[in-house]
């Protein structure tokens, strides 16, 4: 009681002291609980601490260790997200991978050491990023970074911007020191081609390296109006290319490899800049911009020449949309509206998930998907990640930022470091989630104890014992998508011991396989080579992608090292890449010492039995004029059907028929044989072939059944009558009477009848039929007509009204009726008789239509006459035909009867410029949307 009466009267019974009772009584409660949480957190994640002891996975099947652990360590971090943070150090160069969880999202920040930070830092500044042109290559691709000469900037230099191309690591790669016309943007196609987009519309394509590869232009009206803008898509064929010129048009080319250059049809509404703009490549291969004209949306299909608008249901108020992103799918779309709201729904805009107020003051840099899970908006140095499922949070930089869209994530660089923000796999969530219970993470834990040689590993598996197959496999997915070494060889680890619990359960391949593309992941992800791919992105390029990057970047090594690895094939394998290494040899080694000793550099490093082509080597050596060396590696050949198609090509005929005769090919030795004849006179002919017993054998044997020169004697010993009725054929037309011509082509008929080509035969027959009445014509009217088609012979007479001789040509040849339909209309209307025309629209049914009547009349500008024949025209091609006409209120009246609104669009697209027409089309849609207001008015 004394207890009681002293806490009463010192504390209880003032309010004073009761309150600051109460006030230390919280803070003490909540640091012990804090306190309290900490040790509980780290009692239970205490598995991701890594001792400094060399750990092994022991698979026989997936060779070699995957990966050597270095020591590592671990910053544990706990916030209002519940997020943890593992730091792992690569002793051997100081590069960084982190991840964090925050929000079911990962970020793996990739962190540059002093040596690296300065070479960046001295060249460009992000923490300007809006007078910079930041573009990004896909995959892990090189960094272009070059001056906005749009934008008033302080600059140490005069003159041309500079290009600057660096590695994922931050090493300066190479620079291009601009000398073309203003650049209106970068861009790296899917072969990591550097893309330079000129205001002229001239598109300059540069390696990683800076060398100049080849340009196309984007049209002449885009050089002659002006490009402001462009972007690049990716499509199945490669990459394609959108520009806007100053006309507000839209330009495309689906291939940069094979530029074909289409438009884009008009924006409607008034000639203003649109607010922003996309290119989207969808599932049927159709390649559609997605414009925003202050709030209008619209999209253009160059397939359909049709432009149609797009109306999202945006709840809140705005002007006008600033920003379009679609995710790496192309079926989602995210709008950035004036007043900082995100619009989240399909790309169709049918369909809307989720709407959210950013709330932000400052103007957005960029507006991203991370993956096609959420959308990133760029303030800088603020990050807001949001996601349809409204799961959104604000990510803080060091730094001003750029952002590059993944498939699987997103790629941030400041001026210090270069992160990932990924969403968390759902296997590692259920792996590393605080107080996980899955299979997966009670068999890490299983392995932890395991390592220690504890007993509870044994009760760990009891717990799973029936979920081990879902085990492992979480663990083996889990480890794929890691990109700390000690953490990947944990889960590997511990998917070996639940393996080797199931027996032949699960399919051995699968560990193997993870095994195999970690070892390769880890190794192209060192700053060496700065190559930092995910697991998701290497499946999706496949490996003969990844070498083809690795020989792009030059490391030869480390391909024929993945090459020998994966045992593959010699097609895509270590031949292709030791070719690849020669051609660049010879490329960068042209000047800097002589062709014997280049081919004996290349030759000991390839080996004369290998497997490589050196003819392909030896065309390199063509191709940058270096005949001599060329020769010497066609030394080295080993395939002589490679080998002396390019000896002939040089020149080198002794050579190649001696390379031919120790082949003993007799096809090759003819082939030699063919080009001596044709390039040599025939005494150096007959001495070089003396010295070869075997070749003049063969060339007798040649000359007695072939007898080179005399095709007419070779087809007629080999009884070919139709390639002898092809040359009398031939041989007429260069005759130059008109009684050679015809024994010509009379004999042509008889070969043909030996050869049993009876078509051959009966047009022939048609040929000399009408050449002997195209004699007489002429004879007759005064004029060539020899050597015309039927069908001007027909239009001739037609146009001297010559009826009885066309029907009587008719006849003869069997002209079909709709063809001479079409050759009366066209005549007809080429020499004005539209009199004749109207008869023969009258005279019956027109067996072509009535399309062609009107399309002769527009052709030849007569609107008159077209309009008899309109009400004529099919119904379902009516409307089109009076706009063709420029009928726009006939075609318009036509469509309202019709009740038919996208055809008043159709019309109104076409009647842009007529205001008066288009006010009137727009009251017809307003009646047809609303009926019930027309009938009021009545």
């Known amino acids: 009681m004394s207890l009681v009466t002293t806490l009463y009267n010192n504390i209880l019974r003032r309010s004073s002291t009761y309150a600051l009772a109460i006030v230390a009584g919280a803070f003490f409660f909540e640091r012990g609980f804090d306190l309290a949480s900490e040790h509980l957190y780290s009692e239970i994640n205490k598995g991701l601490h890594v001792g400094e002891e060399e750990l092994e996975v022991e698979v026989q099947e997936a060779g070699p260790q995957v990966v050597e652990l270095h020591q590592a360590e671990e910053e544990l971090l706990h916030n209002n997200f519940q997020s943890s943070r593992q730091v792992l ?100 196609s899917a072969s990591e081609e550097l893309l330079c987009i000129q205001d002229d519309g001239s598109v300059s394509i540069y390696d990683i390296f800076g060398t100049y590869q080849n340009s196309f232009q984007m049209g002449q009206e885009a050089k002659e109006m002006k490009i402001i803008d462009a972007r690049k898509f990716s499509t199945t064929s490669g990459t394609g290319l959108v520009v806007l010129t100053t006309n507000f048009r839209f330009f495309v080319v689906n291939n940069i490899k094979d530029p074909r250059i289409r438009r884009f049809p008009d924006i409607p509404g008034v000639n203003i800049a649109p607010s922003c703009w996309t290119a989207i490549h969808g599932e049927d291969r159709q390649t559609r911009v997605i414009v925003a004209k202050e709030k209008d949306i619209y999209l253009l299909d160059y397939g359909e020449q049709h432009v149609a608008q797009r109306m999202p249901e945006i709840s809140h108020h705005h002007l006008s949309i600033v920003a379009i992103s679609v995710s790496p799918c192309n079926k989602l779309v995210a709008l950035l509206t004036d007043a900082g709201v995100i619009w989240i729904g399909s790309s169709d805009f049918r369909r809307k998930f989720c709407e959210h107020d950013a709330q932000c003051m400052s103007p957005a840099v960029q507006l991203v998907w991370c993956g096609s899970g959420a959308v990133v908006l760029n303030l800088g140095s603020v990050l807001l990640v949001l996601s349809p499922n409204r799961d959104n949070f604000t990510l803080i930089l060091d730094s001003t930022s750029h952002v590059c869209p993944e498939i699987d994530g997103l790629r941030i660089i400041t001026n210090s470091s270069h992160e990932f923000l990924q969403k968390v796999p759902l296997p590692n969530q259920e792996i590393f989630r605080i107080g996980s219970m899955s299979p997966g993470a009670i068999l890490v834990e299983a392995s932890r104890e395991f390592q220690k040689r504890s007993h509870r590993a044994e009760e760990y598996i009891r717990l799973v014992k029936n979920q081990l197959e879902l085990a492992v496999t979480q663990c083996i997915q889990a480890a794929g998508n890691e990109w700390q070494p000690s953490v990947q060889k944990m889960l590997l680890r511990a998917a070996q011991l639940g393996k080797s619990f199931l027996f032949d359960k699960i399919d051995p391949e699968l560990f193997v396989g993870i095994c195999q593309t970690l070892r390769i992941l880890n190794a192209v992800r060192n700053y060496k080579i700065a190559l930092p791919l995910t697991f998701q992105q290497y499946e999706q390029m496949g490996k003969t992608v990844l070498l083809n990057r690795l020989i792009l970047r030059r490391q030869y090594s480390i391909a024929i090292q993945i090459c020998q690895y994966l045992q593959m094939s010699e097609a895509e394998g270590i031949p292709r890449v030791l070719t690849e290494w020669a051609c660049y040899k010879i490329k960068h080694g042209v000047g800097k010492m002589d062709a014997e000793q280049l081919a004996n550099e290349i030759s000991t490093k390839l080996g004369t039995g290998s497997k490589v082509s050196y003819s392909s080597i030896a065309l390199k050596a063509i191709e940058c004029k270096q005949e001599k060396l060329a020769i010497r590696l066609l030394d080295f050949e080993h395939r002589a059907s490679k080998q002396i198609p390019l000896l002939l090509k040089l020149g080198q005929e002794p050579q190649a028929l001696t390379k031919a005769v120790e082949s003993g090919d007799p096809n090759l030795i003819y082939k030699v044989l063919v080009v001596m ?262």
């Not at 015809?742 to 009848?753: D, E, G, H, P």
Request: aromatic letters at 10%; a positive charge; proline letters at 4%.
């Open 89 to 188: 150090k690569n002793s051997i160069q100081p590069l960084f991978f982190t991840r964090v969880y925050m929000s079911d999202l990962m970020l793996i920040q990739v962190k540059q050491a002093e040596s690296y930070d300065q070479p960046y830092r001295d060249k460009v500044q992000l923490t300007r990023n809006l007078e910079l042109k930041v573009s990004v290559a896909p995959s892990g691709g090189p960094i272009a970074v070059v001056r906005d000469e749009t934008k008033f900037t302080p600059v140490q230099t005069s003159g041309k911007p500079i290009i600057f191309i660096f590695s994922p690591s931050g090493e300066l790669k190479s620079t291009i020191k601009w000398s073309g016309g203003k650049v209106i943007g970068l861009d790296w």
């Open 677 to 938: 004849k044709e390039n040599y006179s025939a005494d150096k002919f007959y001495m070089t072939i003396r010295h070869y017993p075997s070749v003049n054998a063969l060339y007798a044997k040649l000359c007695r059944t072939v007898q080179m020169g005399s095709l007419e004697q070779i087809y007629e010993q080999e009884d070919n009558f139709n390639a002898q009725a092809i040359l009398s054929v031939k041989d007429s037309y260069r005759a130059q009477k008109l009684e050679n011509r015809s024994a010509m082509l009379t004999t042509a008929v008889k070969q043909y009848r030996q050869a049993k080509a009876e078509i051959a035969a009966t047009l022939t027959e048609d040929q000399l039929k009408l050449l002997k009445i195209q004699s007489g014509y002429e004879t007759k009217f005064g004029c060539p007509v020899i050597d015309v088609s039927l069908n001007d012979t027909l239009k001739l007479l037609m146009r001297r009204r010559d009826l009885k001789e066309t029907e009587e040509m008719v006849k003869k040849f069997k002209v079909p009726e709709r063809r001479l339909w079409w050759l009366k209309v066209t005549t007809f209307a080429e020499i004005g008789d539209w009199v004749e025309l109207e008869k023969l629209s009258k005279a019956k049914k027109s067996p072509i239509g009535y399309e062609p009547f009107v399309d002769v009349c527009l052709q030849f500008n007569n609107i008159t006459e077209a309009q008899r024949y309109l009400p004529k025209v099919e119904e379902h091609l009516t409307i089109k035909y009076y706009v063709k006409a420029k009928l726009y209120t006939e075609a318009a009246q036509i469509a309202f009867q019709r009740k038919d609104t996208e055809a008043l669009h159709y019309v109104q697209s076409r009647c842009s410029s007529n205001r008066e027409a288009v006010d009137m089309i727009n009251a017809l849609i307003t009646k047809l949307a609303n009926p019930s207001e027309g009938q009021n008015k009545r």
